[in-house]
């Protein structure tokens, strides 16, 4: 049953994706981000560049309940602000409580992000909407029934006119909320203000920072860059056998069984439970896994392996980690 919401919900992501190869909508008075130091280009389409009137209807559709099937739920409900818009349940509610399958992500620095969801299985935050409002056991609301829902509340019909000189369409509602995911962003932690010079790490963040990118441990072999991932899709050596494949829904290969994106550590200690599946609650039992060299599963990664840290070393990791945590970003009245 599965694979065959998943092929619908496939087919519908590149339906819409294929809307963008033709459809053109300028925006009026465009809006640059402001591109922290170190980061690369945001990276934003021709056919949906920011502006005002786009972010604000992004926004308030990210808080708009209406976009579920019952009214009972957001993308703000799986994606809270204080949690670094993640959520703090192993897997998040849907519609009449519904469970799926995979832990919510952090929404932070989206506009750097070169592919989507945990398998890799949505090629752009343009249409990565498409995946949980159409899904039954998420928002399990049709894309098409969504934009008759909208374009019949005058609000609505004004924010879009204003943002795509159009109503509500597919192609409009994924692209509207992209526009406000790209202004998600966070680099004010106290590893940022470290790095230019305004403050100073305690010994044991010290410690860790230095140890977080040693030989001994190598997490910056895989989380790497300014937001702390090299985006690839490994297996950590969770399980022996997975339940849930990983990238092998999306490629169909039997090596990438496990594999799954490596995720941004920016407020990572914000985002707990950890893992695809939440299935470990908190900092110090990710290290365990890391520590002990992952299950040993014949799909393991090379990298995961024995790593024989001391207790005060794990400590100190953990001091390090803290210190990605930006709250400003978590504060930020704009993005309320």
């Not at 977080?212 to 297996?235: L, R």
């Amino acid at each position: 049953m599965w694979i065959l919401r998943f092929f619908l919900v496939f087919l519908m992501v590149w339906m819409v994706w294929g809307c963008e190869q033709t459809a053109y909508i300028p925006a009026t008075q465009t809006i640059y981000l402001d591109v922290p130091v170190g980061f690369p280009e945001p990276i934003i389409p021709d056919n949906n560049q920011l502006s005002e009137a786009r972010i604000a209807l992004g926004k308030k559709l990210f808080f708009e309940p209406a976009l579920s099937l019952d009214s009972s739920i957001s993308c703000a409900s799986c994606h809270k602000q204080e949690l670094a818009f993640a959520d703090d349940r192993p897997v998040s509610p849907g519609i009449k409580g519904r469970l799926g399958f995979r832990n919510a992500p952090s929404l932070a620095n989206m506009a750097f992000q070169p592919i989507f969801h945990k398998d890799g299985g949505v090629p752009n935050l343009d249409i990565q909407a498409v995946v949980p409002i159409e899904d039954e056991n998420e928002m399990g609301m049709n894309l098409l029934d969504l934009a008759e829902r909208l374009n019949q509340n005058p609000a609505y019909q004004e924010a879009f006119l204003d943002a795509y000189y159009d109503i509500a369409t597919p192609f409009t509602i994924t692209r509207a909320l992209a526009a406000f995911q790209r202004t998600l962003i966070s680099s004010n932690s106290k590893y940022d203000q470290v790095q230019g010079g305004e403050a100073v790490f305690t010994a044991e963040e010290a410690r860790g920072t230095a140890l977080f990118f040693s030989d001994q441990a190598q997490c910056s072999s895989c989380h790497s860059g300014p937001n702390f991932t090299n985006h690839e899709f490994i297996n950590n050596g969770l399980y022996l056998e997975y339940e849930d494949l990983g990238r092998r829904r999306v490629t169909i290969l039997e090596e990438d069984i496990g594999k799954f994106r490596v995720p941004s550590l920016r407020n990572i200690e914000l985002t707990a439970p950890y893992m695809h599946d939440g299935s470990l609650p908190t900092l110090e039992a990710v290290l365990q896994h890391y520590n002990q060299g992952g299950q040993s599963s014949p799909l393991q990664d090379e990298r995961i392996h024995p790593l024989h840290l001391q207790p005060q070393e794990i400590t100190d990791l953990i001091a390090f980690l803290k210190t990605l945590t930006d709250y400003e970003f978590i504060n930020n009245p704009d993005f309320q």
